[in-house]
Nanobody, 126 residues
Framework: RVQMVESGGDSVQVGGSLRLSCTTS????????MAWFRQAPGKEREGVSC????????YYADSAKGRFTISRDNSKDTLYLQMNSLKPEDTAMYYC???????????????????WGQGTQVTVSS
């Protein structure tokens, strides 16, 4: 049975930091790239970052570059997203997703992912 559970979302002030986690089981986690997406109210889901199965290839949305860091621990089947210098526009539900491939191909296209978590809410207030 596949399980993906995000945690770490919270309400923070502008400039604050959060670390999101996505614990998984039943996914053969080490064999696939993983990503974080987010969706704000009234907006489409957008890709935030992707990491290849080995962790050697990472991609970020322009909005995340320099502030967010994606990482993974294949021994724990867990994905992370360190978010620093948070802004109000980062407010969204954040989802982890398992890709269909190992190398973040077309990483920002949600159709490239076949397993999703339920999401964790991040709220940034000024």
């Amino acid at each position: 049975r596949v399980q993906m559970v995000e945690s770490g979302g919270d309400s923070v002030q502008v400039g604050g930091s959060l670390r999101l986690s996505c614990t998984t089981s039943g996914l053969t986690f080490p064999d696939y790239s993983m990503a974080w997406f987010r969706q704000a109210p009234g907006k489409e889901r957008e890709g935030v970052s992707c990491i290849s199965r080995s962790g050697t290839i990472v991609y970020y949305a322009d909005s995340a570059k320099g502030r967010f860091t994606i990482s993974r621990d294949n021994s724990k089947d867990t994905l992370y997203l360190q978010m620093n210098s948070l802004k109000p526009e980062d407010t969204a539900m954040y989802y982890c997703a398992r890709a269909r491939t190992a190398y973040c191909l077309s990483w920002s296209d949600s159709n490239e992912y076949n397993y999703w978590g339920q999401g964790t809410q991040v709220t940034v207030s000024s």
